[in-house]
């Protein structure tokens, strides 16, 4: 299973983008993305697959500890 808190966290890193913008790329609220990061949920199944997306474009990759 991946740690989507996580690689939520080297995205933004990554890309030197806020949650704000994250949250408009995935197409879901700001507070949405703010609750995964702080591991309070997990995303759908639809905004993981974009994210997962974005994750393999930017060569990140992300242990699952």
């Known amino acids: 299973m991946k740690n989507y808190q ?3 966290v080297e995205l933004r890193s990554k890309l030197d983008i806020s ?3 994250l949250a408009r ?3 879901v609220s700001i507070s949405s993305v703010n609750r995964w990061e702080n591991g309070r949920f997990e ?3 639809i905004v993981k697959f974009r994210l ?3 994750l393999e474009e ?3 990759e992300v ?3």
Request: aromatic content about 4%; glycine content about 0%.
């Open 19 to 21: 949650q704000e913008e």
């Open 58 to 60: 930017n060569e990140i």
């Open 43 to 45: 995303p759908t199944k």
């Open 52 to 54: 997962d997306k974005l």
């Open 6 to 8: 996580k690689s939520l």
């Open 63 to 65: 242990d699952d500890k």
């Open 25 to 27: 790329i995935l197409y």
